[in-house]
């Protein structure tokens, strides 16, 4: 008789362990793995904090590029918005405190990220190669007198590189924030940029730690009347 769906199989009446039962136990005597004894948070929060000091000495640049998008804006220019990964969702980020609020009630401002519409991506992508999903775009809208902020902790990425080449083209200011990873320079969206901060962050996620200062930043000023 064969015994009921979810008993214990069992040899000779002995409970049988099959494989998968053993492999999830603790191995006795064994001593915790010691990758887990290395102090991920503090390092972590140390290689931010380096990468946000660095911003020490760029604050006059930061400053320089909040006054650049306030005239704009002023002016009844757009803010457009891109980056790749985790860059998109900083790009998102500034987009959606401009249009709505950062901390006090205010007028939006006209604002529009370019990497938050899955079908056009998609559309650019399957039609045009995933280096235009952000030109494309910045070739349909951008016009004089708007601003297209990027986002990139390396600057090498083809589709930022096309966006700066097509905004400038169209008479938008360009914004780079970037990022010097390893002691790079900002790849090769630096030069096709108006304007360039680049942050030289031990890897990708301090950077983006520190872009995520300069775009609080941007929005303090972009709070003041």
């Excluded at 980056?83 to 205010?106: C, M, V």
């Excluded at 190669?129 to 090498?156: I, K």
């Excluded at 008479?171 to 780079?176: A, C, E, K, R």
Aim: positive net charge; charged residues 25%; glycine residues 10%.
């Amino acid at each position: 008789m064969r015994p009921p769906i979810g008993a214990p199989r069992t040899v000779d009446g002995k409970l049988r362990r099959d494989r998968y039962t053993r492999r999830m136990e603790p191995a006795r005597g064994r001593a915790p793995s010691a990758v887990s004894s290395i102090p991920v948070a503090a390092r972590r929060i140390e290689l931010a904090l380096a990468a946000i000091r660095s911003l020490e000495s760029k604050a006059a640049e930061i400053d320089a590029i909040a006054e650049a998008i306030a005239e704009r804006l002023a002016a009844g220019g757009t803010v457009y918005t891109a980056g790749n990964g985790g860059s998109a969702a900083e790009a998102l980020h500034l987009a959606e405190e401009l249009i709505g609020r950062y901390k006090s009630n205010r007028p939006p401002y006209r604002s529009i990220c370019l990497n938050a519409d899955p079908t056009a991506l998609t559309c650019i992508a399957n039609d045009f190669g995933f280096e235009a999903v952000f030109s494309r775009q910045c070739d349909a809208l951008v016009r004089p007198g708007d601003v297209l902020v990027l986002f990139s902790t390396s600057g090498r990425s083809p589709n930022i590189v096309q966006a700066a080449i097509a905004a400038r083209k169209n008479g938008g200011l360009v914004i780079g924030l970037l990022g010097g990873v390893g002691g790079g320079t900002g790849g090769d969206t630096r030069p096709q940029c108006d304007v360039a901060l680049v942050v030289d962050g031990a890897d990708s996620g301090a950077v983006q730690e520190a872009h995520q200062v300069i775009l609080h930043a941007l929005c303090e000023r972009l709070e003041r009347p």
